[in-house]
């Protein structure tokens, strides 16, 4: 290879950095993001300017190169630069592949993980090369490989997951037994000690994560804070508590949000200023391997890279550049607002959307913890029990559950020591020396608060274990594919040289750009797209008029997606049916949502309209009823092309047209009748109801002719059947919807 090919390289890896920080920032968002969103202290665009403020405040004060890029993973001096260029190619490449898909599933992950095992992956697969070229056995792999400091960070991500998880709720139900949710009712000097404890830890992380290399501080206070830690944490504590007394007693403020303004500043900065070095420091290592050997007039061959182990400190410009790329991704990107739901979703107090379904393990996990828990507080007095149930008792406050998402997912409390705690563990984890992921420890310290709180409860338990489950999975899904991909790509390139680095990029761009045009159609459907409401009435006569708009809706999906269902049978055509299950699956989990919230619905009805939850609870059941025989349309359909059975005849497409007609017809003047409101319309179609049962007892008849006479396809028959059966349970379930609804009605002034 000659040098243009290398200034290549450079280029390329520059554009890929770029690319990593935004598909970067987009994952680690939830660090920084998830108390302060979660809690609601401060508005969003508070937020926001918050962690921007100290994006860039961390970005500047970055502690430069990351050593792991360079001779944490392997030995640089047992590489060629021709090799060492392979290595990163591959890792960068590998990166902004594996964040982009984590990005696009909504899931939070490492990027610190990610870039290790990438660079563990591409450097053996290297070293294979190496060893295997000079006749080697695996044994000689150490020789290349740092397998010492590759143990340490796999145990550290272990150990993380399990320690941040047991911390965060030791702590949260420490916080809540002296605290309670009436917080705000509590004597002033227990948020004093609260806020001395909390900003002590803050300002700690700040100085030992955020800018343990920065020149803000003179030597001697660092020399203070080093040698004298305890002393240093004591002064304070005294110092902040006093603070925290001065600003709640005198100026009225809450000392709970400011402990979320100062821990978000806090884990913005220290992201900016340390994970910033995930996403940069393997292009600049390249950078500076290229200017090391192009000075050198070696051949790429032959150049070992003995350089790579000395410290340098990155060019200020290029972290200033990284750290505005940064803060327009926070601002712009709807990436990482999807994450941070994710978190703030699983740790949330109340019931909300339930995103993850509950699988055997999570299943089996709430069943024996639930038996374990029962146990335990078996060995308490009842009367110390009772006590404590009672700190930990909500003020409840009926709010319909429509409105729960807008409503904090958690207290301040809980945010307080959600930022406090996760600041704690990874100031003493960086002090130590050891490997660690502010993603882990973060999300793990909100899924252990989460848990003390008491916010993982009979109704909810499940799905949360089950979406943490679902998580912690993804993080070893990272692990491991970060490793292999890397491994493969660092092959091809090996093979193809430039040819295959072109190719490579190509393909990782495409990805990126299809998993970005998908995302935003995605976005921009849930923005447009008209779901069923639940209802929120308490009277009948806000009720049938709620219950109108979502009974139009209904009749217009479920007439859209029996077309399609027909349509898809006579055409033989497995995209369009594969198109009705999807719709239909989605109408069907938006009528469960509403015999969901039954409870909320009767809860808020006024004493003079509680007889009519009875009418709510029958509408809904025929709405059931639609929903279940659509469904049962749409997967017969499916499964018979899909199944690559013959064809409907003719005379069975026609027929079937016909009924489709029909149906359209029926479904078509109900809509119309309940988006005009125009009730008196429903008597005209009750009363011929009779005539769309004998069109398809008509259909039926026909068809038991063509079987006795020269049908010869039993699957068809089978179908055809079914399929007119369930139309009858549709129309029967359809026109029972609307008698109830005639004489409600009727006997009800709208």
């Known amino acids: 290879m000659g040098e243009n090919i290398y200034l290549f390289m450079i280029i390329a890896l520059a554009v890929l950095a770029i690319t990593d920080l935004v598909v970067g920032v987009s994952n680690d968002a939830v660090n920084f993001l998830n108390s302060a969103i979660g809690s609601k202290a401060i508005s969003f665009r508070t937020i926001m300017i918050v962690a921007s ?22 030995n640089p001096e047992e590489f060629v630069f021709a090799e060492i260029m392979i290595i990163f190619m591959a890792v960068m490449i590998t990166d902004i592949l594996l964040l982009d898909f984590f990005n696009t599933l909504g899931m939070p992950t490492s990027t610190t993980v990610s870039i290790v095992f990438e660079l563990l992956g591409a450097a053996v697969a290297i070293s294979l090369i190496k060893i295997t070229a000079a006749g080697g056995g695996f044994v000689d792999l150490s020789t290349y490989i740092n397998t010492e400091k590759a143990t340490e960070i796999i145990l550290g991500i272990l150990l993380s997951v399990v320690v941040a998880f047991s911390v965060g709720a030791l702590i949260q139900f420490v916080s809540r037994l002296f605290i309670s949710f009436k917080f705000q009712e509590r004597p002033k000097w227990i948020g004093a000690i609260f806020g001395g404890l909390a900003i002590t830890s803050i300002v700690y992380f700040i100085l030992v994560k955020g800018l343990k290399s920065a020149d803000i501080f003179s030597p001697v206070i660092l020399e203070h804070i080093a040698s004298n830690p305890i002393l240093f944490l004591l002064e304070n504590f005294v110092l902040w508590a006093f603070v925290s007394w001065l600003v709640t007693s005198f100026f009225k403020l809450n000392i709970y949000t400011l402990i979320i303004v100062l821990g978000t500043f806090a884990l913005a900065m220290a992201f900016a200023g340390n994970d910033l070095v995930n996403f940069i420091g393997v292009p600049l290592a390249a950078l500076e391997s290229y200017t090391s050997w192009s000075n050198s007039g070696t051949l790429a061959e032959q150049y070992t890279m003995e350089s790579l182990s000395q410290a340098v400190r990155t060019p200020t410009l290029l972290l200033l550049l990284s750290g505005v790329i940064m803060v327009i991704t926070l601002w712009f990107s709807s990436k990482a607002k999807n994450v941070v739901k994710t978190s703030v979703d699983l ?31 078996g060995i308490f007095p009842i009367s110390l029990r009772a006590k404590i149930d009672k700190r930990f008792e909500k003020p409840y406050v009926y709010v319909p559950k429509i409105r729960t998402q807008d409503l904090p997912a ?30 882990y420890v973060t999300f793990m310290v909100a899924m252990g608060t989460s848990l003390a709180d008491r916010a993982w409860g009979p109704e909810s338990a499940v799905y949360r274990v089950a979406g943490v489950l679902n998580v912690i999975g993804g993080w070893f899904f990272t692990a ?8 493969l790509i660092a092959y091809l390139i090996h093979l193809g040289g430039i040819v295959a680095i072109v190719i490579l990029l190509i393909t990782a761009f495409l990805l990126i750009g299809k998993n970005y045009l998908s995302h935003t159609k995605k976005v921009k459907e849930n923005k447009i797209e008209e779901k069923l409401q639940r209802a929120e009435s308490s009277s009948i006569k806000e009720l049938i008029e709620e219950s109108a708009d979502n009974i139009a809706l209904t009749m217009k999906r479920a007439n859209k997606i029996y077309t399609f269902c027909i349509d898809g049978l006579a055409k033989h055509d497995i995209e369009r049916l594969k198109k009705s299950r999807k719709s239909i699956s989605k109408l069907e989990k938006e009528v469960e949502e509403l015999k969901d919230n039954i409870f909320y619905f009767i809860k808020n009805l006024d004493e003079s309209s509680v007889g009519t939850s009875n009418f709510y609870i029958t509408m809904l059941n025929y709405l059931e009823d639609m929903t279940q025989s659509l469904e049962y349309i749409s997967k017969a359909g499916y499964k018979h092309v899909n199944n690559n059975h013959k064809k409907l005849r003719f005379n069975q497409i026609k027929d079937l047209k016909e009924t489709d ?3 359209s017809g029926l479904f078509s003047k109900v809509t119309q009748i309940f988006e005009t409101k125009e009730y008196v319309n429903l008597t005209e179609l009750i009363v011929h109801k009779q005539n769309l049962f004998d069109h398809i007892n008509k259909k039926i008849e026909k068809q038991v002719t ?3 006479i020269d049908e ?29 609804y005639d004489g409600h009605v009727n006997g009800v002034k709208v």
């Open 661 to 663: 007609q029909y149906v």
């Open 410 to 439: 958690f207290d301040l409390v809980r945010a307080s020591v959600n930022l406090m705690v996760a600041s704690v563990l990874i100031s003493i984890a960086t002090s130590m020396k050891l490997p660690l992921s502010t993603t």
């Open 53 to 74: 403020i100290g994006i860039a405040f961390g970005a500047m004060s970055s502690s430069g190169m990351m050593e792991v890029a360079r001779k944490g993973i392997f």
């Open 480 to 487: 491991i594919s970060a490793f292999t991909a890397a491994a």
């Open 347 to 377: 740790s949330r107090q109340d019931e909300g959307e339930e995103r993850f379904q509950p699988n055997f393990l999570s299943r089996q996990i709430v069943k024996y913890s639930i038996k374990a828990t029962e146990n335990f507080s």
């Open 712 to 740: 010869t396809s039993p699957k068809n028959t089978a179908l055809y059947f079914s399929l007119l059966s369930e139309t009858k349970d549709l129309l029967a379930a359809t026109l029972n919807l609307l008698e109830i």
């Open 706 to 708: 063509r079987t006795r």
